[in-house]
Structure formats: C-alpha cells, structure tokens
C-alpha cells in the first residue's frame, strides 16, 4: 500500500471519528496557516539547507555536514509518532530506506518529540534511520516537510504542507536525491 493510500484511510477514519466542532476547529488551524503565510517562510529549493547536530533516539549527535560528506541528505520533519499521520509516513520512509542507502541518500526524521518518545517510536517501528529530536521547538509542532539536500548543503527539493493530513510519496522524494548522483562508496 503506498504512503497516499495509507494517509486516505486516515483520513476516511478520523474523519468519522472527529466530531464535528473538534474537526472545524482543527481545520480552521489549517486554514490559518495557509492564511498566514507560514508555508512562504520555509526554505526553498536552492536556498542553503542550515546546518544542524542534534541527538537520535539513542542520544547520539547527528550532524549534517558529517552525513553530507557522504552524499545527498533527505530530512523529514514530522510531529512526532503521537501523530497517526506523521507515524504512517515514517513507515513508509522506513519500508524504503534500503532503496534510499542504495541510491547513495541518507535521510533522517526530525521531530520535537521527546528523547524517550523518539527511542520508542524507533524500537516499535524497528527504524533503519536515525529519528532526530529537535528539543528547541517544545510546544510547537512543525508543519510536516521533507527536503532533498545535495551534497554543497543547498536544497533541491522541498516539499510543505500545513494540512498535516497530507505528505509527499517516499518514492518521489527518492526520484529527486537519486537526480543528484551517488555517494562516493
């Protein structure tokens, strides 16, 4: 079953499950951010991808230079595996991770979860990559993105959505950082 199909069937439950008032509200959210202009802030294709280190899930500093070096980097923020959404698409990410090492792309998972959260989610979901914990943004949950950096640091791809309900096909992202050529074995 593809990510899409997945997120549709999450869709069509929740969207059963979610009283009317809850649902309007969570909408009216959504409609917010796009309102605001917010998706027009994050980071476009060719601008420079800013550096980061931060910890995995299991305590260790992952920089992004260091996996640069290697080759082209896939970095998908998420909400955190609390989120139905957010844990489809890290499965989905997961399900083809093989693909992505084959291809030379490394790819990462950035959420503001919390460290045990991240380690759980990790164990639970048997993840092949690391699932970063950005503690910085407590109490605020990022709109889910994902972006294809290349090895000058500069992104290639950039995908954003405010509806969280919606994320962007592994497969495709995969296409784009194999665009950008193999990492030096």
């Known amino acids: 079953m593809t990510l899409e199909e997945t997120l549709s069937q999450l869709r069509e439950k929740f969207g059963k499950m979610l009283p009317p008032e809850p649902a309007a509200v969570m909408d009216g959210h959504i409609g917010l951010l796009r309102e605001s202009g917010a998706v027009s802030q994050i980071?476009?294709?060719?601008?420079?991808?800013?550096?980061?280190?931060?910890?995995?899930?299991?305590?260790?500093?992952?920089?992004?230079?260091?996996?640069?070096?290697?080759?082209?980097?896939?970095?998908?923020?998420?909400?955190g595996g609390w989120c139905p959404y957010c844990a489809a698409e890290v499965r989905a990410l997961n399900d083809l991770y093989d693909q992505y090492q084959q291809a030379g792309v490394e790819l990462v998972v950035l959420s503001p979860q919390s460290a045990d959260r991240a380690k759980k989610q990790a164990a639970d979901d048997k993840l092949k990559f690391n699932l970063l914990v950005d503690d910085a943004s407590v109490w605020?949950?990022?709109?889910?993105?994902?972006?294809?950096?290349?090895?000058?640091?500069?992104?290639?791809?950039?995908?954003?959505?405010?509806?969280?309900?919606?994320?962007p096909d592994p497969s495709e992202t995969l296409a784009?950082?194999?665009?950008?050529?193999?990492r030096n074995p």
């Open 176 to 182: 784009v950082a194999k665009s950008l050529g193999l």
């Open 140 to 167: 605020q949950l990022p709109i889910p993105a994902r972006f294809v950096i290349d090895t000058s640091g500069a992104i290639r791809d950039a995908k954003a959505d405010p509806d969280y309900r919606y994320r």
């Open 43 to 79: 980071l476009k294709t060719g601008a420079p991808a800013p550096p980061f280190t931060v910890k995995n899930q299991n305590g260790e500093d992952v920089s992004s230079l260091d996996l640069l070096t290697r080759g082209p980097l896939v970095v998908s923020f998420t909400r």
